[in-house]
């Protein structure tokens, strides 16, 4: 299995909608993302994220899985509307 991490800051965490907006593209990534086998998001809590947001955490079966997920019709509008919002990323991946 494969885990991949994404942390991710905004400009303007409080923009109004943005939550909504970001769990709206989010919601259909568990059932509609193939060989994406567990997937969690949540918004930082305890201010101590040095500046990231919003955190996904999620396991693929294997690699090709996880290379499977980069160009996928979900991901790449989370994508877009992610540098529509200014957004920046940190995305770390490992074996486990």
Partial sequence: MIRHIALIKFPDPDRPGLR???????????AGIPGLRDFHSGWDVSGRARGYHLGLVMAFDDEEGLK??????????????LGRQGGDVLAFDFPY
Avoid: G, S, V
């Fill in 20 to 30: 909504e907006e970001a769990a709206e593209l989010l919601r259909p990534f568990a």
């Fill in 68 to 81: 499977a997920y980069t160009p996928h019709p979900l991901h790449r509008a989370f994508q877009e509307w």
